[in-house]
């Protein structure tokens, strides 16, 4: 059973917490016919991502990512888990504001009636072991933010976006879902701006789709870095499994 999803339009600005200027540090419009350098692949085949012409707008090129949740074989695995994703790493530390944004669709046959349980993330900022540590040192963390998606009994299919740390016992994540159920051939905008910090009232995020999900329209400080070396962007296809979020 194959998972596409269909990005287009990276931007990611960031400063300095005490400027007042943001300075576009990258972009990608995946005009090109391969992915631009900055970019890391995190994919088990070649053929599970591409640059295509946009299904809505032939004038225009995508990111075309593909996942078999179906291939049980272990073949669709890389680094422990079923995932085709692109990573950037902007090296943005403490006390840095970055705001980003991009586009994405599903496809049809993203959408499965009688699936089974599980989620599958599309966007995650993942964290680093602090220094002199490895992630054997760091079992039972979690990404300080992710954006996936989850269906119901009724097979509905919604977009949701955590935020917060975890690890050992310490679990302060907090999970928004979007009100409005998800549907396909509809192009999504996600728009967020993070200020990392180790500290929660130095930290904030303001998650949007469309309309923010949250009610308050205001900054949600929660603390949103393990350590001082800095977390990096995903995005594409992560399979759960049966895992829980």
Same mark, same amino acid.
Request: charged share 25%.
């Given at each position: ?50 640059? #295509? ?33 692109? #990573? ?15 586009? +994405?669709? +599903?496809?049809?046959?993203? +959408? ?45 299919? &919604? ?53 923010? &999900? ?18 990096? +962007? ?12």
């Amino acid at each position: 059973m194959n998972k596409w999803l269909i990005i287009v339009v990276l931007s990611l600005l960031s400063c300095k917490s005490n400027d007042i200027k943001f300075e576009l540090k990258y972009s990608d419009d995946f005009e090109k016919t391969t992915l631009n350098k900055e970019w890391t692949k995190e994919t088990a085949t070649k053929q599970s991502l591409e640059i #295509v012409s946009d299904p809505l707008n032939k004038k225009n090129k995508v990111l075309k990512l593909k996942l078999n949740l179906g291939d049980v074989s272990g073949k669709g695995r890389y680094s422990n888990g079923y995932r085709c994703e692109v #990573v950037y790493s902007p090296k943005d530390t403490i006390n840095t504001v970055v705001k980003y944004q991009f586009k +994405f669709l +599903f496809l049809e046959s993203f +959408f499965k009636k009688g699936e089974k349980q599980g989620w599958i993330m599309i966007h995650q900022w993942h964290d680093n072991p602090a220094l002199g540590y490895t992630w054997s040192d760091c079992k039972g963390t979690n990404p300080p933010y992710n954006l996936y998606v989850q269906h119901n009994a009724n097979g509905d299919y &919604f977009l949701k976006f955590t935020r917060g740390l975890r690890i050992g016992n310490i679990d302060e994540r907090t999970t928004i879902t979007y009100k409005d159920k998800l549907i396909p051939n509809h192009w999504y905008t996600f728009e967020n701006e993070i200020k990392w910090h180790v500290y929660s009232d130095k930290s904030y995020c303001i998650p949007k789709l469309g309309q923010y &999900f949250s009610d308050k329209k205001e900054k949600i400080y929660q603390r949103n870095m393990y350590n001082q070396i800095p977390n990096y +962007f995903k995005m594409g296809l992560y399979w759960s499994g049966i895992e829980k979020i």
